[in-house]
């Protein structure tokens, strides 16, 4: 009967390492030949026996079908178990609506299985594959200190430095103009490197005189000056 089910299925959580336990079994009733108890450690219950025709709440619930029998309620099961379970990796790199390189997310265990893992774009969060990644992290984290730190010195040389250019019109008159392509150019000279596309130049320089030109030099957190000078020729 339906308490003899309930029983069981509490006394199969009793074994270590059983988190979940499901007891199937035909009955004699006939408006419900197949009947499902349900226990849990983990809240799972209720979702998974709504769909199977039943209830309950996290830790306990149960449910009875005439619409399957016991094997293909089992089958049904499984499949909503294997559904819902979710399995927690590393990221190996930037997924979009999932994460980004190096975060520890939860997935659904097919997508996790059979997409991540397999493409080799995730691996399995265990107790070995965390203690690389707080390693790498490490490494990463030191990294990218010597990164800010490079960056606030090349902050403070650009402040020191202006950017001489001629520009060939007469009596006044600008003719042409000075563009980030140039800009870069002469940074080069003077044995800088930046990133061409991170000189926040919205419009050529066309005008004389200084023009302060800002330069992300660091993600964002450092912002440097570059000071461009454009005189008359001649």
Partial sequence: DKTTLAQVSEALLLIKGVQQAFTIARSNEEDAPT???????????????????GGGHF???ASSTKELSPQEYKQALLEIIKEKQVMK????????????KDDVVEVSDGYARNFLIKRKLAVAYTKGSSKILDEQLAIKKEHEAQLKKEAEALKKKLET???????????????GSISTKQIHQALQEKGIEVDKRKIKLDVPVSSLGTTNVEVDLYKGQVIGTIHVHVSQKG
């Fill in 161 to 175: 430095m202006k950017l001489e250019f001629l520009n060939a019109g007469k009596e006044g008159q600008v003719f």
């Fill in 59 to 61: 830790s306990a619930a």
């Fill in 35 to 53: 009947c499902c108890s349900a226990r849990s450690m983990v809240p799972l219950m209720t979702e998974v026996m709504e769909k199977l025709y």
């Fill in 89 to 100: 990796v590393i990221l190996l790199s930037d997924e979009k609506k999932v994460g980004k």
